[in-house]
């Protein structure tokens, strides 16, 4: 059974620009969830869908947005990139909304310069 | 004060000794995870709970609703457990982290 799959793995932009990164779950799980990990602030939640639905929003500005397809499939988009967006993005998958266990990714460092 | 507290932030033990990291978290939750990161970034899921007790391997997860408690045990503990375990809890579709304890194992 395939894993949950995210691309790119790595890659670099510079401010102002935009970055669409993508997430493919585990076939069967209907539900997918985003974080960011950094240095300074650790793990954060930023969203997750279930059924092409946005559940639940992070603390974060509009400039983070997402989607989910009718596969199950969910990008993120960063748009007007700074540099604070440096991080490490994981998409995570599950059977179930929120109380299931949870298989991560491998992520995508995304680097802003 | 954050949401979910863990402790200690790091931990350096002897191969085959037991370890015990906590997590503590301040309000009502659905579920508590275990997370495993090993360096470069991958992340494994290793309990889910929200009641009692799990146990898989020389891992154990034990979690207190009452007092709003879990910790993660893992015995005859051997290098290749060195990671950094972090506890999460879910709460209104949302899950918050803790900061993380960096368990360095040495043979």
């Known amino acids: 059974k395939a894993g949950v799959t995210q691309t790119p793995r790595y890659l670099i932009k510079t401010r102002g620009q935009q970055v669409t990164l993508s997430c493919s779950p585990i076939s069967g799980h209907r539900s997918v969830s985003w974080y960011q990990q950094t240095p300074g602030q650790g793990l954060q939640f930023l969203f997750e869908y279930f059924s092409e639905t946005q559940r639940n929003k992070g603390n974060f500005p509009g400039r983070f947005s997402g989607r989910q397809f009718s596969n199950s499939r969910s990008e993120m988009n960063v748009s007007t990139l700074e540099l604070g967006d440096s991080a490490l993005y994981l998409c995570?998958?599950?059977?179930?909304?929120?109380?299931?266990?949870?298989?991560f990714g491998e992520g995508s460092r995304l680097t802003v310069l | 004060k954050n949401e979910v507290e863990q402790s200690p932030q790091n931990l350096t033990a002897q191969e085959g000794e037991f370890i015990t990291i906590n997590c503590s978290y301040s309000v009502g939750i659905s579920a508590l995870h275990w997370l495993q990161q090993h360096p470069g970034g991958g992340i494994v899921s290793l309990f889910m709970?929200?009641?009692g007790k799990k146990k898989h391997g020389r891992l154990i997860a034990t979690i207190n609703i009452q007092e709003k408690h879990s910790s993660l045990h893992i015995t005859a503990s051997h290098p290749r457990d060195s990671a950094v375990y972090i506890c999460a809890v879910y709460k209104a579709e949302k899950l918050t982290f803790g900061t993380g304890t960096r368990l360095t194992i040495i043979p």
């Open positions: 995570a998958s599950s059977l179930v909304l929120g109380t299931g266990e949870l298989f």
């Open positions: 709970l929200s009641s």
